[in-house]
């Protein structure tokens, strides 16, 4: 599970993982929230990191149905 986190107590902290079998990626904020403000470019790294597990996670869904893989093939 990838991690975002800030060094004061008090801020929130983003874990991204991936839930295999019900096939969904999960974000755990490691306590209830209402909202989240994100600067830029941690918002970029949160959505390249959102966008890598999804990925990961076709390909593993096309290896296990035999599925032929190319180099490349991220849909």
Known sequence: MDSFK????DK????????EEKNHIILDFGKPI???????DTALQVAKTIERKVILLKLK???E???DIKVGDDE
Not at 12 to 19: A, E, F, P, S
């Open 61 to 63: 869904h096309k290896v």
């Open 65 to 67: 149905n035999g599925e």
């Open 6 to 9: 800030e060094s004061d107590q």
């Open 34 to 40: 209402k909202w989240i403000g994100l600067r830029p």
């Open 12 to 19: 929130l902290q983003l874990n991204i993982g991936v839930d």
